[in-house]
Structure formats: C-alpha cells, structure tokens
C-alpha cells in the first residue's frame, strides 16, 4: 500500500501528516509531494527523515491513493494523471466537490456510497463538515427543512497569509495583507470571493455541499464571517424541522453520534470553543436550545478544528476507509 501526501508543506498537508502519525494506517510507503521549489528537502514523519518529491516524479510512483491539499488548480491537472494510473485521488480543494460524476464524502454519513470506480474523492468544504455532522442525524429523526447558518471561521482557513497578517497586525508590522482590511479586532463579512447573488461562494458552499451530501430538499442560507481567531470555525445555527422535537431527545441523538461530542451545560458554562476544538478531531455542538418564535425550530452552536476535521482529518478517514474495504487498487 502506498500513499502520497500532495501539498505537504502547506497548513493542511502538515496537519494530514500528523493526523497519519496518529492514525497509523496499514501503509508500506509514503511519498511526500510539493512543488519543484521544495522538491529534494527534508520533510519528518514518524520520526523518520523522507525527502520531498515532485509531482511528476509522484505519479511515476503510482501510489493507491493521493491525498491532495494542494489548491484547486493543481487538483484540475494532476489529479486526473495520478486516476490514470490508477491512483484514488482524495482531494481537500474545491475542484470536484460539486461535480456530479464526484463522491463528496463525510465517512461518518455517507462513506458506504463508495465505490471501487470512485477514482476521485471530494472532501467537502471545512464549514460544511461540521454542519453536516450535526445535521444528519437530526435529519434521520426529525426532517430537516431550512437551516439558517452564520459561521465564526479562523483565520487559518485563509492559510499561511493570513496568519501572517494577523500576527503582524498584533505586533504593529506593516506586511502583506491576505484581506481587504485589517483582521485584529475585526469581523470581515466576507469569506472567499463574492458571486453574482450576492452570497460569497464560502456561503454557497454551505448550501450546495449541504444539498449534496444529506438532501437536496433541505434549504440552507448562510452568513460566513472570518474572525481573529488562529484555529477554529464556530457556527450559531437555527434549523427547522418537518416534525417537533423533545430537547432531551436532541441532545441524546447528538450525545450518541460518532465524531460528535456535546458540550453543553449552562450552569456549567459548558459549551464548545474554538480554543477547547484546537487539535481534536470531533466536532463540538452546545447550546441547544428551542427557538420560542417559531414551531419545530433549534438553535445550537457548533464548533471545530477546521485544519483537522474540517480537512486533514477527514481526508484520513477516506484513506481508512477505502484501505478497509478494499476499493484501491
């Protein structure tokens, strides 16, 4: 079995690699991929030295699966090469999310769709992830209609300019900006690009990923607002059902769902933070409570590692799982 990592000297390449450490994958050989600038250097794994390849020199290896975080445009090239040499290719980037010959996968949802032909897997959008972690099992009970989402999201979700903008912001250095204004003690209602609707594609990506992956009857509509946060997208979100709800129901079906855990005590002030999400892989969901304005409708608070469950994580979980059911070749 052999896999190779595409883009592992980004953000989310280097946290894959740590989620692989961790997972410990029945792998014989990895193949770490970069660009032709990083191509010969060191890259640690498992406490072992590997050098850095190229792509081209990557799909000479054909490898059984490749794991890409290597942006959309690279993905558009070179994931087709490595399929045809019979690579199954797991890409983290937009590219093939929303395309309809393209499996875009949660494992804990909808993995058992997979196939052995399956030869490009999506991985959904970081927002869209933990949504969809919470709202599928409520879904499977109660129906949902229409959920209405405003997301917190890090600064790590933009990547390394991003960060770097803040910290130099914090530290009074002027530097290259990744963002129209400035970041530190600021909310920017703007995540990704605008489209012609008026909605960023980061807000449509909530709503199309969402139809994709549950159900193409449930409306979603989204607000995306990046904050000053270094790891970690929070989203308050109200859904509304077809059928009412016990609240103590709710938080056993949350309480029971695999990759999720319930923070939520008030008395407590138990309730989940990106601070308390930074490095883990579950998703958090608290505050759930009833929208007293209108019928079969909660509100809850959903928070995540973007970099770990909301990318590299997920990615892993594809890999274990096609490597389990045998559909690699």
């Known amino acids: 079995m052999k896999v190779a990592i595409v883009g592992a000297t980004g953000m989310v390449g280097t946290e894959i690699i740590a989620v ?52 959309g445009e690279t993905s558009l090239e070179w994931a087709p090469k490595f399929e045809a040499v019979g690579t199954t290719v797991i890409d983290n980037s937009s590219a093939f999310r929303m395309d309809a010959d393209k499996r875009l996968v949660v494992p804990e949802i909808n993995a058992s769709l997979l196939q052995r032909g399956d030869k490009i897997i999506a991985n959904p959008n ?17 129906g949902v209609k229409r959920a209405v989402v405003s997301t917190y999201q890090s600064i790590s979700g933009s990547g390394m300019k991003a960060m770097r903008q803040l910290e130099n912001e914090k530290n009074g250095v002027n530097g290259e900006m990744a963002y129209p204004y400035p970041i ?29 992956i549950l159900d193409p009857s449930i409306n979603v509509t989204a607000t995306a607002v990046r904050v000053p946060v270094s790891g970690g997208h929070s989203e308050a979100v109200n859904i509304e059902f077809e059928s009412d709800f016990e609240l103590a129901e709710v938080r056993k079906i949350l309480h029971e769902t695999e990759g999720v855990t319930l923070k939520d005590n008030p008395d407590t002030n138990t309730y989940p933070m990106p601070l308390y999400a930074k490095g883990k892989d579950d998703v958090f969901v608290g505050r759930i409570r009833r929208d007293e304005s209108q019928a079969n409708t909660l509100n809850l608070w959903i928070v995540a590692d973007n ?9 892993v979980q594809i890999a274990a799982y096609v490597i389990e059911k045998g559909l690699v070749g």
Do not use: W
Request: glycine share 6%; charged share 20%.
């Open 184 to 212: 530190d003690g600021n909310c920017l209602p703007h995540c990704d690009s605008f489209t012609e609707n008026g909605y960023t594609k980061e807000e449509m990506k909530l709503t199309n990923e969402t139809k994709k």
């Open 20 to 71: 692989l450490e961790a997972y410990k994958l029945p792998v014989d050989t990895y193949y770490f991929v970069a660009s032709e600038r990083s191509a010969g250097k060191p890259i640690q794994f498992n406490n072992e030295t590997y050098t850095i390849i190229g792509l081209d020199a990557a799909v000479e290896k054909q490898p059984n699966i490749a794991i890409f975080s290597a942006g």
């Open 126 to 142: 970081c927002s869209t992830i933990q949504l969809v972690m919470v709202l599928a099992p409520l879904h499977k009970k109660y």
């Open 307 to 315: 970099l770990r469950k909301g990318a590299a994580t997920n990615a």
